[in-house]
């Protein structure tokens, strides 16, 4: 199923946001990223469309991508170890709540789960309203989740405080594959096929904003440090930014490359990292990468990856560097894994 979890990647993002002090030694006199040779093992399992959450310990769980078999990355070994097994195979999002579990929801079923660290157990909560899948998951400033989409106009919070789920209010459309960006004000932006809405956490009401500039299927968005949201690619090579205090889309700069299905990744110094993807002329998986600077609004090309992928993930990891890891060529899963990392400047 060709379901890219950036929603997951937001969620790394913001956990970040909340902590940059343990990334700001990163130079900012440092050239843009460059490649470091791969310096991980590869993953226990072949896996695409899976999720990735940064835990607080810097660790990162995999789960999902076609496998009930959940694995741990350690950045100080460079491994992937496995790390519990879900009562299901899961077409997934994975949330990190605020006490360190990790909510896992969706696929065949409206079933839910929760990761714990301390017990490197999976345990069962309750059930979403319905089945989802191809839906989001986003943290909201007080704790809750926002579970919204999945071929359904409905959404529902999870409160981990009691384990359950509630309703609230509908999207303006039905939904799949969208995506779910946290804004700085506590809000949810949700983009896909040209369309956006807002959701608003105070009132449990979902609004409509924009218009986008283009529909982008299989696109990223990422919060930028200035409050904006960056949504690039999706088939194309355009891209276009999202203030929140207008509720305007207004084009940038194009990438070198038109990709769908890739990764955008936030960087300690505010430039985005884009990776992989697939294209449509010629069709093939991309290794290129590039990265976003905000200030120029413009694409540079960096070194590529080694791997050619889409359907991976990327997560920001508390030293700076970026692991990539997994996602397939074509339609075959990979358990390849990468990083980059800064380079600096001579």
């Known amino acids: 199923m060709r379901t890219l979890r950036l929603s997951l990647v937001g969620t790394v993002i913001l956990v970040l946001l909340g902590g940059l002090g343990a990334v700001a030694a990163i130079a900012q006199d440092q050239e843009p990223l460059g490649y470091m040779p791969v310096e991980t093992s590869g993953m226990v399992k072949?896996?695409?469309?899976?999720?990735?959450?940064?835990?607080?310990?810097?660790?990162?769980?995999?789960?999902?991508?076609?496998?009930?078999?959940?694995?741990?990355?350690?950045?100080?070994?460079g491994?992937?170890?496995?790390?519990?097994?879900?009562?299901?195979?899961?077409?997934i999002t994975a949330t990190l709540l605020p006490d360190g579990r990790v909510l896992l929801a969706g696929g065949a079923d409206p079933s839910a789960e929760l990761w714990d660290p301390a017990t490197m157990s999976i345990e069962p909560t309750a059930a979403m309203?319905?089945?989802?899948?191809?839906?989001?998951?986003?943290?909201?400033?007080?704790?809750?989740?926002?579970?919204?989409?999945?071929?359904?106009s409905s959404a529902e919070l999870y409160d981990p405080s009691t384990g359950t789920f509630e309703p609230t209010g509908d999207m303006t459309l039905r939904r799949t594959d969208q995506v779910a960006t946290r804004l700085s004000d506590g809000r949810v932006l949700i983009t896909?096929?040209?369309?956006?809405?807002?959701?608003?956490?105070?009132?449990g009401r979902f609004e409509a904003t924009g218009p986008m500039t283009a529909s982008r299927p299989h696109h990223s968005a990422t919060l930028l440090a200035d409050g904006r949201v960056l949504l690039a690619a999706g088939s194309s090579v355009s891209a276009e930014v999202y203030d929140p205090a207008t509720g305007l889309f207004e084009a940038t700069g194009d990438l070198s490359a038109p990709r769908e299905d890739h990764t955008a990744t936030l960087?300690?110094?505010?430039?985005?990292?884009?990776?992989?993807?697939?294209?449509?002329?010629?069709?093939?998986?991309?290794?290129t990468a590039e990265v976003y600077d905000p200030s120029t609004g413009t694409f540079?090309?960096?070194?590529?990856?080694?791997?050619?992928?889409?359907?991976?993930?990327?997560?920001?990891?508390?030293?700076?560097?970026?692991?990539?890891?997994?996602?397939?060529?074509?339609?075959?899963?990979?358990?390849?894994?990468?990083?980059y990392g800064p380079v600096a400047a001579e």
Do not use: C, N
């Open 79 to 91: 491994t992937f170890t496995l790390a519990g097994r879900m009562a299901r195979i899961r077409d």
């Open 300 to 339: 540079q090309e960096v070194a590529p990856l080694a791997t050619a992928r889409l359907q991976h993930t990327a997560t920001l990891l508390p030293d700076g560097r970026v692991l990539v890891a997994g996602g397939s060529i074509l339609t075959s899963s990979i358990a390849k894994a990468e990083v």
């Open 267 to 287: 960087l300690p110094d505010g430039r985005v990292l884009i990776v992989g993807g697939l294209s449509h002329d010629p069709f093939e998986t991309l290794a």
């Open 192 to 203: 896909g096929d040209g369309s956006a809405e807002v959701y608003e956490p105070a009132t």
């Open 129 to 152: 309203s319905e089945t989802r899948s191809g839906h989001t998951a986003t943290p909201l400033l007080d704790g809750r989740v926002l579970i919204a989409g999945g071929d359904t």
């Open 46 to 77: 072949a896996r695409s469309s899976h999720s990735a959450t940064l835990l607080p310990d810097g660790r990162v769980l995999i789960a999902g991508g076609g496998w009930a078999d959940t694995e741990l990355y350690d950045p100080d070994t």
